[in-house]
């Protein structure tokens, strides 16, 4: 079942733009409506010999595409995605949250990472 929930969630989301954003906001949609494939595909180990490298690898390429190709990027912006869609089916966001803001922000700012390059660091702003 994983494997086939996982084929589902690549083509999700590289049927949008490669933008965090739109990326998220696919991920997201498929998450909130499938919320209980969404939990066996992230809250359990991968059995990495029972899915095809092929599966995977669509998963991430949005992500990639959307980081110019930084894998430290993508997985920061995968583990975001995740923690952000794991708050909101627990319900662990305040009543009075605009989640659509919370996601816009996260976007500003892998926005930001991906404009400045891999292994750089901003200055912290006096």
Same mark, same amino acid.
Request: zero cysteines; charged letters at 20%.
């Given at each position: 079942? !994983?494997?086939? @929930? +996982?084929?589902?969630? *690549?083509?999700?989301?590289r049927g949008v733009p490669a933008t965090?954003? /739109?990326?998220?906001?696919?991920?997201? &949609?498929? *998450? +909130?409506? #499938?919320p209980h494939l969404y939990r066996l595909l992230n809250t359990r180990p991968v059995d990495r010999s029972r899915v095809p490298?092929?599966?995977e690898d669509r998963a991430a390429e949005p992500l990639i595409l959307a980081t110019g190709g930084d894998l430290d990027l993508a997985r920061a912006a995968w583990a975001t995605i995740? @923690?952000?869609? /794991? +708050?909101? +089916?627990?319900r662990r966001f305040p009543p009075d949250t605009d989640i659509e803001a919370v996601y816009s922000a996260a !976007?500003? !700012?892998f926005d930001a990472a991906r404009a #400045? @390059?891999? &292994?750089?660091?901003q200055?912290?702003? !006096?």
């Open positions: 079942m !994983a494997v086939e @929930g +996982l084929t589902e969630l *690549a083509e999700v989301v965090f954003a /739109d990326v998220s906001r696919a991920y997201r &949609g498929w *998450a +909130l409506a #499938h490298p092929e599966v995740n @923690g952000l869609v /794991d +708050l909101e +089916l627990a !976007a500003r !700012a #400045h @390059g891999p &292994g750089q660091s200055k912290p702003v !006096a």
